[in-house]
């Protein structure tokens, strides 16, 4: 009779390694996976638990001083009203368009606005550079600034980054900001009693290598035409920004996007100590005043009567995130654009007189001809 042969215990061990080995095997590239996950991907839920009061509408009226509406030009009746009540929902009082162009295209928007909803848009008329190289461009360009506000209706000027940066004259040399040939600019709008908003330059990390020392290291990977050369350097643009605010005392500029210093609020102060002619804005830059509250707050506060809300491209639900800043004490929650701000936000609980300044009392006094039933409930 045959009988099963015993079962040898010692011939096993090695089997069960190679079980556990082929184990590890295939659990090597979901454990690699796991470790080789892109850092913009990473995406935590805080389990922080603390109170939080969204905010989907301002608490007073306000003028958003920095906006673009490229084609209110050519917007329907029922475009505009749906633009109308996205704006009133929010408790947007006057978007100032700062893409208002000039002459007949600048025309054009403001007669559209002002058939379909009167008083609740301001258009900026905008420079073209494009024949910088006329030996009569500023008196020229200060002409057309003239008839674009008297005739055409824009209240204000709006000059964007180009000048500084990507403006050249025929022989490659870089116009300046503070080019002296520029002046009629800036002196007829001083004349004509309307503001110039000023955009130079770009935040400073741009013109740093782009390493992991970087804050804005995630930006420039989303968005790498953004990287700038070492020259001429970010001071050499700024300073030029200034400078011409400087030069031009009885004229009132409005420095975009606080002066590209909101991570150093301490010398954007003594900027608008030194000059008062100069105000600002906080279009695209409020994450920078979201991640120090208390320092912001100070700065706020101090400064009420200089700073004017704005917010740059238009999304209704990012302004939300703007009044949650301003108006509530919440602590670590979003920003809407993580190459901005990857870090979390807090609230500045702001008092009411500085919320008012901020949202339209300070609009008021730099902008010409806004509807002042707007602001009185």
């Known amino acids: 009779m045959h009988l099963p042969s015993r079962i040898d215990h010692q011939a096993l061990v090695p089997m069960k390694y190679c079980f556990f080995l082929l184990l590890l095997v295939f659990s090597l590239p979901l454990v690699a996976q796991a470790q080789e996950m892109q850092w913009e991907d990473y995406e935590p839920r805080s389990t922080l638990v603390v109170p939080e009061h969204p905010v989907t509408q301002a608490k007073f009226p306000f003028v958003d001083a920095h906006a673009h509406q490229w084609r209110i030009g050519e917007m329907s009746q029922a475009d505009m009203d749906q633009l109308v009540a996205e704006m009133d929902a929010m408790n947007m009082a006057v978007m100032v368009n700062l893409s208002g162009g000039s ?8 007669d559209n606005t002002e058939r379909y909803h009167p008083g609740r848009f301001v258009h900026y008329a905008n420079i073209d550079f494009s024949t910088v190289d006329d030996p009569d461009f500023g008196e020229k360009a200060a002409a057309q600034l003239e008839e674009d506000v008297r005739v055409n209706g824009a209240r204000g000027l709006k000059i ?5 940066m990507s403006v050249f004259y025929a022989n490659g040399d870089r116009v300046h900001t503070d080019d002296p040939r520029l002046e009629p600019i800036w002196d007829k709008a001083g004349e004509l009693g309307i503001p110039v908003l000023i955009h130079t330059g770009d935040p400073a990390p741009f013109w740093q290598p782009q390493d992991k020392y ?15 050369d070492p020259e001429p350097s970010w001071e050499t643009i700024m300073g030029e920004h200034w400078n011409l605010i400087r030069k031009h005392p009885t004229t009132t500029f409005i420095s975009a996007h606080l002066s590209w210093l909101g991570n150093d609020l301490g010398r954007l102060g003594e900027l608008l100590d030194e000059l008062p002619n100069m105000y600002t804005e906080l279009g695209a830059v409020v994450g920078e005043l979201g991640r120090q509250p208390h320092t912001a707050h100070a700065f706020l506060t101090e400064y009420q009567d200089r700073v004017l809300m704005g917010k740059d491209s238009y999304a209704p639900e990012e302004y939300h995130v703007y009044f949650r800043i301003f108006e509530t004490k919440d602590e670590y929650f979003d920003y809407y654009r993580k190459r901005h701000a990857f870090w979390k936000m807090y609230g500045m609980d702001l008092p009411d007189e500085v919320l008012q300044k901020v949202y339209y009392e300070n609009a008021q006094r730099v902008i010409p001809g806004l509807d002042a039933s707007l602001f009185e409930n």
């Open 103 to 110: 002459g007949a295209d600048l025309k054009q928007k403001v």
């Open 160 to 164: 964007f980054k180009n000048l500084g």
């Open 214 to 228: 970087n804050e804005r290291w995630f930006e420039l990977k989303e968005r790498p035409r953004r990287k700038r």
